[in-house]
């Protein structure tokens, strides 16, 4: 089976522009989570849709970042304006059902906001 | 609150020596235990886990065992290969489903 994708896999921008994330989770699996590493940082939990709904957005940073997920498919999380202090690895990761099934993730897409 | 702590890298160690990556956790309940490891190049990928107290998990050679009296689970290896060299996360999972890591640590194996 295909894995979870994501693109852009490096996004180079400039504060104030806007960027836009996608991700493909495997087909079938409802939940569908976004997280980000903040170099040399742990990797912190922004969000999570089951299906089409957001389940939990308390890691949300602020509301520069919106995520969707139009018809419980791909999601997209897009940073408008772009801060520095966005840069990172943006990690998506998607399950059937958490407890018995472990998250799979995608390669991440590395922000670079200069 | 829930957190994970995990050992600075970054870790350089020789082809077949041995391997301990420290991780202790807070967390409220009883949370299960996760180590992900990523690879040059690849995503986050489950190396093991553990759902309950005195758990071991493993996988590839590695092991890792859930403490709770010492609120630790440290991944060891025996004997580590070139083909270790990535960065490990240790994570819990609370309750509530939600996923909680540390800040990784890299490890570089050199032959």
């Known amino acids: 089976e295909a894995g979870v994708t994501q693109f852009p896999s490096h996004s180079v921008i400039e504060k104030g522009q806007t960027v836009t994330l996608r991700c493909d989770p495997i087909?079938?699996?409802?939940?569908l989570y976004w997280y980000r590493r903040v170099m040399g940082k742990e990797i912190k939990f922004l969000l999570h849709?089951?299906?089409?709904?957001?389940?939990?957005e308390s890691g949300m940073p602020n509301n520069r970042f919106l995520a969707e997920r139009t018809g419980g498919t791909y999601s997209t999380l897009k940073v408008q304006p772009a801060e520095l202090e966005d840069s990172g690895v943006y990690f998506c990761?998607?399950?059937?059902?958490?407890?018995?099934?472990?998250?799979?993730f995608g390669n991440g897409t590395r922000l670079t906001v200069t | 609150g829930n957190s994970v702590t995990q050992m600075e890298g970054p870790v350089t160690l020789s082809e077949e020596a041995f391997l301990t990556i420290n991780c202790t956790y807070t967390?409220?309940?009883?949370?299960?235990l996760f180590w992900y490891v990523q690879y040059p190049g690849e995503g986050l990928q489950l190396l093991l886990k553990?759902?309950?107290?005195?758990d071991k998990g493993s996988n590839k050679g590695f092991e890792a065992t859930y403490r709770k009296e010492t609120t630790s689970f440290h991944l060891e290896k025996g004997s580590v290969q070139v083909s270790d060299s990535a960065v490990y996360f240790c994570?819990?999972?609370?309750?509530?489903?939600?996923?909680?890591f540390g800040t990784g640590t890299r490890l570089t194996v050199i032959p």
């Open positions: 967390a409220t309940g009883y949370p299960s």
């Open positions: 553990a759902t309950k107290a005195d």
């Open positions: 994570a819990l999972l609370t309750g509530a489903n939600n996923l909680f």
């Open positions: 849709f089951v299906k089409e709904s957001k389940q939990d």
């Open positions: 087909s079938g699996h409802d939940n």
């Open positions: 990761a998607s399950s059937q059902e958490l407890k018995d099934s472990p998250l799979h």
